[in-house]
């Protein structure tokens, strides 16, 4: 069994930052791509940030102004610096990783439960 669970989020104010962490753990042989991805209520789900194993990153259009993402790969930890917040970015941050697992042999994506941001004026 594989488990993301992600951590950081909160209430900040207009202006105001954020770090998101999200960590991957379990039956792990080998962790891919992770990735950063938000909903708006009400709306589908939206890229923030992706990494690779080699640090590559790319962005969802207009996230790369304010939000960084960086990653720890012996310790299968993504992180999420979320600057200069406005209420447009409340959303719920979800983490997902591209895994492939030990027994069974076998690759697929992950989800974590997501984290709530909340940004007030």
């Known amino acids: 069994q594989v488990q993301l669970v992600e951590s950081g989020g909160g209430l900040v104010m207009t202006g105001g930052s954020l770090r998101l962490s999200c960590t991957a753990s379990g039956n792990i042989a080998m962790v891919y791509d992770m990735a950063w991805y938000r909903q708006l209520a009400g709306k589908q789900r939206d890229l923030v940030a992706t990494?690779?194993?080699?640090?590559?990153?790319t962005y969802g259009d207009g996230m790369k102004d304010r939000f960084t993402i960086d990653r720890h790969n012996g310790e299968n930890t993504i992180n999420l610096f979320c600057n200069h917040l406005e209420p447009e970015d409340t959303a719920i941050y979800f983490c997902?990783?591209?895994?492939?697992?030990?027994?069974?042999?076998?690759?697929?994506?992950?989800w974590g439960q997501g984290t709530q941001v909340t940004v007030v004026s």
């Open positions: 990494i690779t194993r080699d640090h590559v990153t």
């Open positions: 997902h990783g591209r895994i492939t697992t030990l027994t069974p042999v076998n690759t697929t994506d992950y």
